[in-house]
């Protein structure tokens, strides 16, 4: 009998990609993108021009991927590790488990209703939890901050019934489907518009349609996976590494949750309503922008009348319902900071540091233990801060070897006397092939609308239809390339290996990539509003 061949190790698998990169290097010619000016009609402009170049080929910075890795990745990296000490404290103080016992408590009263029995609790929880994750893809690009739900929902899945992919699906993929089908996301959309010299969010209609079927078929395929588990939990491809949050549920389950309310809990809570008040009055009114457009908004303001309340009923039933108030109130904050004032990853980190530490405090915990949990933390997560290093390994070999832009160029030339819809559908093809080795939206914006947009007008194809073929080239293959230090660091803090995820999100992926071509085909057989 024939031995099954055990898959290497995630690590291993991405370490062949690094020398996989290295290769390459040797084989394709080095070039590079150059800002050259150009004279039209009169008028002196800056365009990109591809220029070849010598040759940089690796050899023994394959061994210094990690190390150039770490620093290329070095604010990701950090996040995942303050994230990750900030929940282990929350995690201790068994506010998480003592919140999922009362939803799961919640939903099985739901079930007693003959509506919600038919439609069924469980699908429905997933289906607006996808739609919620979507919706913060599709308005405001939402990616590293799926790190931290993660550590929530992966949990709260397994406690359903279902695996740590399902609970990955709801977040991340989720967001993943929203980020595709952009309706809003300054980070895609807004750049890549504004290079292409379009009006900003123009077409607005259309993309709105593809999002909602997008996320038709990607949140069907999740609650048809979901149920397969519910029925099956030994299907999962990750069944053996979920033994992990399995045993973590059933240690939080035998031990007693005393529920009470320290004085320490009810200092917390006065000094957060007098931080609150204070930044209140610093910041009464808070732009929140949704697109193009602005609204002021209280935010503040409503936050402190929320926490006053809310605070002072989860003190009065136990602190624990008090730790989840403050995670509520941290994620509350999240959304307005990076909607209302451009947060990014070390705003969001120091948000959830802050968390974490006043959640300890809340509990009695002294410094020592604060730091000690916080420390356990870090340790715990350290593996999937390690793994996002490495990862952007592949991306350094690749960028100081010198072969992305020639990738670009060679990829670009292929489009020549081709028909509309071949066209777009090749312009499809480029922007999915570089998203594998330019897992940046913004940066590949930058990097192929200047060449993309001027070719789209040569070939007539509308600038928007060249736009659309980059959202959705960007969006779908961020779900499984190894070269995004998001999806490496989502996956080691959910412990799922890199090559069970390719075997589940294969399937979905193909669909998703083909139903991106067929939705490109409108954009250039009928007359669409903003694809002119």
């Known amino acids: 009998m024939l031995k099954k061949k055990k898959i290497p190790h995630t690590y291993v698998i991405i370490f062949y990609i690094i020398v996989f990169a290295a290769i390459m290097t040797w084989v394709i010619p080095g070039g590079k993108y150059v800002d050259d000016t150009v004279v039209k009609n009169g008028t002196e402009t800056v365009e990109k021009v591809f220029k070849y170049t010598d040759n940089a080929p690796q050899t023994w910075e394959i061994f210094a991927a990690l190390f150039k890795g770490f620093a290329k990745q070095s604010e990701i990296i950090v996040f995942i590790l303050m994230i990750g000490g900030a929940f282990w404290i929350m995690n201790h103080s068994k506010a998480i488990d003592v919140g999922i016992f009362s939803f799961l408590k919640a939903s099985k009263k739901l079930e007693k209703n003959s509506f919600f029995n038919k439609i069924g609790v469980n699908n429905l929880i997933i289906t607006m939890v996808m739609l919620l994750f979507s919706v913060f893809g599709a308005v405001f690009g939402m990616s590293e901050e799926t790190i931290a739900f993660i550590i929530i929902i992966v949990p709260l899945s397994i406690s359903m019934g279902y695996d740590s992919i399902t609970g990955v699906a709801m977040v991340f993929v989720a967001a993943g489907l929203g980020f595709a089908g952009a309706i809003l996301n300054p980070f895609t959309i807004g750049i890549a518009q504004g290079i292409a010299e379009l009006p900003l969010f123009s077409g607005i209609e259309y993309r709105l349609f593809c999002w909602v079927v997008i996320n038709l078929i990607g949140i069907s395929y999740v609650l048809w996976y979901a149920n397969k588990i519910k029925k099956n939990p030994k299907a999962s491809y990750v069944y053996d590494e979920d033994q992990y949050w399995r045993d973590r549920e059933k240690e939080s389950s035998k031990e007693s949750i005393e529920y009470q ?234 412990k799922i290996p890199y090559e069970k995820w390719v075997k589940w999100i294969t399937p979905i992926m193909i669909i998703l990539v083909i139903i991106g071509f067929l939705l490109l085909i409108p954009t250039v057989t009928m007359d669409l509003n903003g694809f002119k």
């Open 261 to 494: 309310t320290p004085i320490s809990a009810w200092v917390v809570y006065v000094v957060l309503i007098g931080i609150l008040v204070v930044c209140s009055f610093l910041f009464p009114m808070t732009d929140l922008k949704i697109g193009n457009s602005s609204y002021g908004f209280p935010a503040l303001m409503v936050a402190t009348v929320l926490f006053v309340i809310a605070g002072f009923a989860s003190l009065r039933k136990s602190v624990h319902f008090f730790v989840l108030t403050l995670l509520m109130l941290t994620i509350y904050f999240l959304v307005v900071g990076v909607m209302g004032y451009d947060w990014y990853v070390e705003e969001i980190a120091s948000l959830f540091f802050a968390m974490g530490i006043f959640a300890g405090a809340a509990m009695n915990y002294n410094p020592d233990k604060i730091t000690k949990l916080f420390l356990e933390g870090v340790k715990d997560i350290l593996s999937a801060a390690l793994i996002v290093g490495l990862a952007a390994g592949i991306i350094v070999i690749l960028e100081d070897g010198q072969v992305i832009d020639t990738i670009l160029y060679t990829l670009s030339k292929s489009m020549n006397n081709l028909g509309e819809v071949s066209a777009v559908g090749i312009m499809y093809i480029i922007q999915t092939a570089i998203n594998i080795v330019i897992p940046s939206g913004s940066a590949k914006a930058a990097i192929t609308m200047p060449i993309m947009a001027p070719f789209s007008d040569l070939i007539g194809i509308s600038r928007q239809a060249t736009v659309m073929a980059f959202q959705f080239g960007d969006g779908f293959t961020n779900m499984i390339t190894p070269t995004s230090g998001i999806l490496i660091g989502v996956l080691g803090v959910a």
